[in-house]
């Protein structure tokens, strides 16, 4: 018996319609006679492409409501491998 060779277009299909179905990937499978570990390498593959990057938010400290106008600030980031970031406020 040869295994059935699909497109991902036919995969995606697939997926779609055992998200509907409200069966088990195991049921949904054995019913449309496809390969478990098939689908689920397909299956992974087609909703990892489809999320969207994350990216964590970035943060912006404001410095001056930490302290009064008029005062001085001086902060030194240790980035390892002896590098440091001075920053300050003059």
Known sequence: M??????????QSLVA?????????TQFCK???????SFCNWRKQLIESSEPERQAPSQFID???LQP?????????SLGNGVELTLSQS
């Not at 509907?20 to 990937?25: D, L, R, T």
């Open 2 to 11: 040869n295994p059935t060779r699909r497109t991902p277009a036919q995969w």
């Open 17 to 25: 319609q055992w998200q509907q179905s409200g069966q088990s990937a």
């Open 31 to 37: 019913d449309n006679d496809i390969g478990y570990a």
């Open 63 to 65: 410095l001056s409501a």
């Open 69 to 77: 106008q008029g005062h001085q600030w001086h902060i030194v980031l």
